[in-house]
């Protein structure tokens, strides 16, 4: 059986921390506030010349100075990004034009927050499928610029940041032994549109707008939903909590990740949390988190990874993954 496996990891954060106390002399909040209810305390924000396009190219440089390869042996870059640099072309031409990169395909996913997990199934997808050997998937954001810097129940939530990974075409025996990604579960439902948006775009108001989110209802869906995708990428494969190593979720709220893992049994040392440095990264905080994990040598080669994440849309999904 044909599998994707990970042969680097890559991160990069803009220079520019902002703290919860600062947070304080612009709205009315508090550290204990924010702590409390999300469990950040500080994210990082992009500053003049750091774009999504910038911070991605640099991750994904990162991550193919890791695996041992160069541009020239990338197939196809996919970035999960839903604050791009322009409408378009997509932030993926751009990164494969700064990576010097003239050759096969790139494109964006964009699925809010649960973006890296689409993006991984679409590029694990496509090496299964033999149009591609080698990819590098991407997840970047900007979410700073379209924040409400009035609006405190938002802009204390959100970062910016890029992380990325190296996939490559092997062969496994096609048991949950092999390394690689070994399922991906995916879904959607577009009822839940008007719980996490932004009130802007090309084709309405000409515009683009700011993140708006009705948290409570947020937060009723979140831990039932990833439950949700991960029994399934558990019964996909024959695997249980028992047998993961780690669990790397969207970094969006200390309190959803907790309920999440207690839910499934997932004992707390197994799960990674970078939230309350980076903040909610939309589509960059699950490679941030695993770039920290992998970089600071927890997960290892053989390792049993399960990434899950739910956005805006709604979107959620997971992968379950043997590092």
């Known amino acids: 059986m044909i599998r994707s496996v990970v042969r ?21 909040t508090s550290d204990e506030w924010i702590v409390q209810r999300t469990g950040i305390r500080e994210r990082h924000i992009a ?17 193919l100075d890791k695996a041992g390869f160069k541009a020239a042996d990338i197939d196809l870059i996919i970035v999960a990004t839903s604050t791009p640099d322009n409408t378009f072309p997509a ?13 096969g395909f790139a494109f964006d996913v964009q699925a809010v927050c649960s973006g890296f997990v689409y993006a991984v199934a679409t590029a694990d997808a496509y090496i299964r499928g033999g149009l591609a050997r080698r990819a590098i998937v991407v997840g970047a954001e900007t979410f700073s610029r379209i924040l409400d810097w009035t609006d405190r129940t938002t802009c204390v939530l959100f970062g910016d940041g890029a992380g990325a990974i190296v996939l490559e075409r092997a062969e496994g025996e096609g048991t949950s032994a092999d390394r690689g990604v ?10 839940h ?16 707008g700011h993140l708006r989110m009705e948290g409570r209802e947020v937060f009723k869906h979140a831990v039932g939903m990833i439950t949700d995708v991960i029994v399934a990428a558990f019964d996909a494969t024959g695997l249980t909590s028992e047998d993961l190593d780690w669990m790397v979720p969207h970094q969006a709220n200390r309190r959803i990740i907790d309920a999440s893992a207690k839910k499934l049994g997932i004992a707390p040392e197994k799960v990674v949390i970078t939230v309350d ?26 390792d049993l990874v399960l990434l899950e994440a739910m956005g805006g849309g709604f ?9």
């Not at 500053?47 to 991550?63: D, F, H, K, R, V």
């Not at 699950?286 to 970089?295: D, E, S």
């Open 8 to 28: 680097g990891f890559g991160a990069v954060l803009p220079k520019r921390v902002l703290t919860n106390a600062e947070l304080e002399s612009m709205v009315d």
């Open 315 to 323: 979107t959620w999904g997971a992968v379950l993954l043997r590092w």
């Open 277 to 302: 440095r980076h903040g909610n990264t939309s589509a960059a905080s699950i490679p941030l988190a695993l770039a920290t994990a992998a970089g600071d040598g927890r997960i290892r080669e053989g």
């Open 193 to 208: 549109r008007d719980k996490l948006y932004v009130d802007g775009g090309p084709s309405t108001t000409g515009t683009v």
């Open 91 to 103: 932030v993926a031409v751009d990164i494969q034009n700064r990576l010097g990169m003239h050759h």
């Open 47 to 63: 500053g003049e010349g750091e774009t999504t396009a910038s911070l991605g190219a640099a991750a994904a440089q990162a991550a």
């Open 182 to 191: 070994l399922t991906a579960q995916l879904r959607s439902d577009g009822a």
